[in-house]
């Protein structure tokens, strides 16, 4: 059997128990488990800074392929921050990697992060998002130099600020960026 790259060891040993093996591609894979097709990925963790000093977010907007795929008319849309857990991490070191990366944001080692309850990302599939919505005071973080993963999707996205006050004027684009923004307010 293909070993698998993307998730964890504990995951793929209960997964070569107890499925048969659909479709693989890279990190992503369908399997027929209990007469259900599941879509199987590595989990993710997603995050939504408030720097409570400059009363704002830190958001994303990003060219995703995916959303393209049905709204070719629109070149950006606005996200949360989104990292997937790579093999042998957990959520928060997940987490404090993907705010240097993709945010500019070292988090301070002794930095206390509280993750919110994870959640399926959807029924037809076993991938977990764990949620952070993010308090941060200056003291609490370095800016950093943003280091993308190469592609030129993370090439083009960019970061913006919004103040509290427009919270209730944004149009997210995916239902995770949506329900973090409701849970702020």
């Known amino acids: 059997?293909?070993?698998?790259?993307?998730?964890?060891q504990e995951k793929q040993e209960i997964y070569e128990k107890n499925y048969t093996p659909v479709w693989e591609k890279g990190s992503q894979r369908v399997?027929?488990?209990?007469?259900?097709?599941?879509?199987v990925e590595p989990d993710k963790v997603c995050c939504i800074p408030f720097l409570q000093e400059y009363n704002c977010v830190?958001?994303?907007l990003e060219p995703i392929p995916s959303y393209k795929l049905r709204n070719q008319e629109q070149s950006e849309f606005l996200t949360c921050m989104s990292?997937?857990?790579?093999?042998?991490?957990?959520a928060e070191d997940a987490l404090r990697r993907g705010?240097?990366?993709?945010?500019?944001?070292?988090?301070?080692?002794?930095f206390n992060v509280e993750l919110e309850r994870?959640?399926?990302?959807f029924k037809g599939g076993d991938t977990m998002v764990h949620l952070c919505l993010l308090p941060l005071m200056e003291h609490?973080?370095?800016?950093?130099?943003?280091?993308?993963d190469g592609t030129n999707e993370e090439k083009k996205?960019?970061?913006?600020?919004?103040?509290?006050?427009?919270?209730?004027?944004l149009i997210p684009s995916d239902i995770t960026t949506a329900y973090l923004i409701n849970k702020l307010k």
């Open 1 to 8: 059997m293909q070993k698998f790259t993307k998730i964890s």
């Open 31 to 39: 399997v027929e488990y209990e007469g259900w097709n599941v879509f």
């Open 58 to 60: 830190l958001l994303r």
């Open 83 to 90: 990292e997937t857990l790579e093999p042998g991490e957990n």
């Open 99 to 110: 705010l240097a990366e993709e945010m500019g944001i070292k988090l301070n080692s002794a």
């Open 118 to 121: 994870s959640l399926y990302q």
């Open 140 to 148: 609490n973080y370095l800016d950093v130099p943003i280091i993308t």
């Open 157 to 169: 996205s960019k970061i913006i600020k919004v103040d509290l006050k427009y919270l209730n004027t």
